[in-house]
């Protein structure tokens, strides 16, 4: 499980795989505010979560 969480809105996205938190970074942070976050931003701020 991935982990990551919004700097401007505190929204906590997760994911299966990197390519899935991509994509739900990139739609959150552009659904809700209008900023396309750069992989490498998401990938650097994402935590490995033990489920
Ligand atoms: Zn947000």
């Given amino acids: ?5 919004c700097p401007a809105c505190g ?3 997760e994911a299966e795989t990197d390519d899935e938190l991509l994509e739900g ?3 959150h942070t552009w659904d809700a ?4 976050i750069p992989d490498e931003h ?3 701020a994402a ?4 489920a």
């Fill in 25 to 27: 970074a990139r739609a």
């Fill in 1 to 5: 499980m991935r982990e990551v969480t």
């Fill in 11 to 13: 929204a906590i996205v």
């Fill in 47 to 50: 935590g490995d979560q033990q």
């Fill in 33 to 36: 505010h209008r900023y396309k």
């Fill in 42 to 44: 998401v990938l650097d």
